[in-house]
């Protein structure tokens, strides 16, 4: 059965608004994409639509996740005579409606479990599949699922029924991690914890697999004695080789002298990884036995793998850029540094904010300071009191959850006003740019452009994002003017101010339907590639809109002038079968020794000449040597073991080594894509990824394969 494009938007575009109140333009009725929506079509894993099948029923959609290419993975949920509780939902993942695939279903055979053991309870009375997921920049995917055996004969129990399963790139679906199997540095614990209630703060993957999460214990070695508690622990790593990076009453081996904590209270929340594996953690430490003490017991540290780990930041430390002040609350002991859900960027960078005391303090005039840099090199870069740029007023308080930074050093403050003439109608606002050279983004009580008069509200506590393209995101309630309500607001440094949604928008769902936006979901945790789960680097948007009606959709939005890789060239047998009938999954390579599902290639940051942050970044493939080069042209020929996609005037870019996979250029040291190409005009170039596939048995006696083929368009 082929998928119907019956009621789709033209092109899967929501259509401009045609008249009335909402004439002004918006980035959702201008780019937005939808994926699914309420009443339309499930399609199976072949994009084919089942039979009779409809998204719908109460939580329609759970919000997306996205990755760099501007696919979203979300949990959907959908209704027919024969679904019952445990296989009424679904995870799905795409792009748009015509490209839409289910990933796994409530109910299939869980996957690396014996057949018979099923994604579902053992009542089947509740959703097995986690609301909430975890997606990186390459599309590594995790959830967390109960399973149940449907034989009887699988040795599953209640105290092994959960997991928390998952994809590596575009690799087959697995399970990551059981519950009731041993914890590794414990003698004798298993894991405990109920995997299916999956959190992304402390639960996560990167692009290379490597997986993280705050693990409960039991049995074995452990203790719940008060002053002796040791009953959970940070973990992170390769599944099947995972390393504890710290338990509860045990030494903390970057701080000489301290003991973790040991009470039954939580040992940490705060955790992100980057994209080689890195894992920043919190601790808290105990204050009975060891050197802690209350003014010195909370840290935060960064994990390498195979070299242990190091402290970032402890209470009680002096402060960089101030004369002799510390790390610590103002008053008082109860101390934690305000670090972002997306606080971490891929290359190990962190963004805080934290009250001072004692050294050059005044009273609250300057008592907090945002900080930014890796481990051993943190800096001030900006501190309450300072002049507010834009205003006559200085910094009052900041707001930890909404100061954000990005890979380039640009930070951006949510913060009040205090003095000058500013006033109780205008006394906040927001700010980005580099240190010491930041810009007014938005400010409370200003007239917001497009919107009738609409006026800017209250900036505490409200919505901020950031990217690596140095954008900004943000939202506020406005009042008067056309659009009263919530609204959504894209800040480019160049271009300024750009509407993306309004409270009560009237959104074209499918050619003539109209729907009122009541909600947009959105989801602020680090991919561990330094971007939220839900807004890209490349400046892609994904989010489930809620209508007034109580039904949703799934949309991903484009914003202006962001660079979206285009794959083309794909080994699935689309355009040409690859050489040997191997061919790869839809948006991939042809299928290699090691993966059938063929090498990925995909394109991050931002293809312009003048601010080149432009990454290709290539995963699925072995462990070997790859080669990324650029054409100026598009073919399609079979090459070795896979397809020639990009060809004309070549340029060798550089050789890489995978590592779990995947590898990128540039990466640390490379020159950028466009000086090294030698790139000085506009225009569409075309990517593809080269790679040793060093088993000859497989297809051709060639030894080597190649990745889906990306074009890209350069822009000044």
């Known amino acids: 059965m082929t998928r119907s494009t019956t009621g789709v938007a033209t092109a899967g575009l929501i259509l401009c608004l045609t008249s009335g109140v909402y004439a002004q333009t918006t980035i959702i009725n201008t780019n937005g994409v939808i994926v699914a929506n309420v009443g339309e079509g499930v399609p199976d894993a072949n994009g084919n639509l089942l039979p009779g099948y409809t998204f719908g029923g109460t939580g329609n959609f759970d919000s997306p996740t996205l990755d760099e290419a501007g696919n979203v993975y979300f949990r959907g949920r959908f209704s027919e005579a024969s679904v019952l509780p445990y296989n009424d939902r679904a995870y799905f993942y795409g792009s748009s409606r015509s490209n839409l695939r289910m990933a796994v279903r409530g109910g299939d055979q869980a996957p690396s479990l014996p057949t018979g053991v099923l994604l579902r309870t053992t009542t089947g009375t509740t959703v097995s599949l986690s609301s909430s997921n975890f997606m990186t920049s390459n599309g590594s995917r995790m959830f967390g699922a109960t399973f149940w055996d449907s034989v009887g004969t699988n040795g599953i129990t209640s105290a092994n029924d959960e997991g928390f399963f998952g994809n590596v790139g575009s690799g087959p679906l697995q399970m990551l991690i059981q519950q009731g199997t041993p914890?590794?540095?414990t003698v004798g614990a298993t894991f405990a914890q109920a995997f299916s209630s999956f959190s992304q703060q402390n639960n996560g993957i990167n692009n290379e697999g490597r997986i993280f999460f705050l693990g409960s214990l039991t049995g074995g070695d452990v203790v719940t004695t008060a002053g002796a508690n040791n009953q959970s622990a940070w973990f992170a790593g390769l599944p099947g080789a995972l390393e504890m990076v710290q338990?509860?009453?045990?030494?903390?081996?970057?701080?000489?002298?301290?003991?973790?904590?040991?009470?039954?209270?939580?040992?940490?929340?705060?955790?992100?990884?980057?994209?080689d594996g890195r894992f920043?953690?919190?601790?808290a430490m105990s204050t009975t036995q060891g050197t802690a003490t209350v003014a010195t017991d909370k840290a935060y540290l960064v994990h390498t793998p195979g070299a242990g780990s190091q402290v970032l930041l402890r209470e009680g430390d002096v402060a960089p850029g101030t004369s002799g002040a510390t790390f610590n609350a103002a008053t008082g002991d109860s101390w934690s540094p305000g670090l972002p859900a997306q606080g971490f960027s891929k290359t190990g960078k962190v963004h805080f904010t934290s009250t001072l005391r004692g050294g050059d303090v005044v009273g609250t005039t300057n008592d907090t300071g945002i900080f930014y840099g890796p481990v051993g090199g943190l800096q001030l870069v900006a501190r309450r009191g300072a002049a507010a740029p834009g205003t006559d007023a200085t910094f009052g308080v900041f707001n930890n959850a909404n100061c954000k930074s990005n890979d380039n050093g640009a930070i951006t403050i949510q913060a009040s006003l205090v003095g000058g003439t500013s006033t109780t109608a205008d006394d906040s606002g927001v700010w980005s740019g580099l240190p010491g050279a930041l810009q007014l983004v938005v400010r409370e009580g200003q007239v917001m452009p497009g919107t009738g008069g609409g006026i800017a509200g209250g900036f505490s506590g409200t919505s901020v994002y950031m990217n690596d393209q140095n954008r900004v995101m943000f939202t506020t309630n406005l009042t008067g003017g056309t659009y009263p309500g919530t609204s959504w607001w894209f800040w480019d440094p160049t271009t300024g101010l750009t509407a993306i949604s309004f409270n009560n928008q009237p959104v074209e769902v499918s050619p003539g339907v109209f729907k009122n936006i009541q909600s947009v979901n959105t989801n602020s945790f680090n991919n561990s590639g330094g971007a939220t789960l839900m807004w890209n680097h490349n400046g892609t948007l994904g989010?489930?809109?809620?209508?007034?009606?109580?039904?949703?959709?799934?949309?991903?939005?484009?914003?202006?002038?962001?660079?979206?890789?285009?794959?083309?060239?794909?080994?699935?047998?689309?355009?040409?079968?690859?050489?040997?009938g191997n061919n790869g999954a839809a948006g991939n390579g042809c299928a290699n020794s090691i993966n059938a599902s063929g090498g990925n290639l995909a394109g991050s940051g931002i293809a312009s000449l003048s601010a080149d942050s432009f990454t290709l970044n290539g995963a699925g493939m072995p462990n070997s040597s790859a080669l990324y080069f650029q054409g100026t042209t598009q073919t399609a020929v079979a090459f070795g073991d896979g397809l020639r996609c990009a060809a004309g005037s070549v340029v060798r870019l550089g050789a890489k080594f995978n590592t779990g996979g995947t590898s990128q250029y540039p990466a640390a040291g490379d020159a950028s894509i466009s000086v090294r190409a030698g790139i000085t005009a506009p225009g569409s170039l075309y990517y593809q990824c080269w790679y040793r596939n060093a088993d000859p048995a497989f297809c051709t006696a060639a030894v080597f394969n190649l990745s889906n083929g990306v074009a890209v368009t350069w822009v000044p």
């Open 183 to 185: 914890a590794p540095g």
């Open 247 to 275: 338990r509860k009453g045990s030494p903390v081996a970057a701080i000489p002298g301290a003991i973790a904590l040991d009470t039954a209270s939580t040992l940490g929340f705060v955790s992100q990884m980057t994209p």
């Open 280 to 283: 920043l953690y919190e601790i």
């Open 543 to 580: 989010l489930k809109l809620g209508f007034t009606d109580g039904t949703g959709l799934i949309m991903v939005v484009p914003f202006p002038g962001n660079t979206l890789a285009t794959g083309f060239c794909s080994g699935d047998g689309v355009v040409l079968n690859c050489p040997c």
